[in-house]
């Protein structure tokens, strides 16, 4: 079982920026993908982006250079630096591990006041 807790969501202005961080517990050793999710009031979840073990990044088309996500192997974490926020970016944001099975954080409010 792997365990993902996050942290950073918040509210912020259009046009700041924040960064989320998640954490893995567990059986972290069998985690090749860690990633972000977003859900908006009434849509469905969506890719923001994701990172494998290799490195390998990818990033939703709505990112537009605005967002950065890093990975720390030894600590087990996944970052997601924001910048250039806009309420378009209003949502729950989840934490995401793909390995033996799929994992999700509890997910982490970020709202952008115009």
């Known amino acids: 079982q792997v365990r993902l807790v996050e942290s950073g969501g918040g509210l912020v202005q259009a046009g700041g920026s924040l960064r989320l961080s998640c954490a893995a517990h567990?059986?972290?050793?069998?985690?090749?993908?860690m990633g972000w999710y977003r859900q908006a009031p009434g849509k469905q979840r969506e890719l923001v982006a994701t990172v494998t073990s290799s490195g390998t990044t990818k990033y939703a088309q709505f990112v537009k250079g605005r967002f950065t996500i890093s990975r720390d192997h030894d600590k087990s974490t996944v970052d997601l630096q924001m910048n250039s926020l806009n309420v378009d970016d209003t949502a729950v944001y989840y934490c995401n591990a793909e390995g033996w099975d799929e994992y999700w954080g509890r997910g982490t409010q970020v709202t952008v006041s115009s």
């Open positions: 567990g059986l972290v050793f069998s985690i090749n993908s």
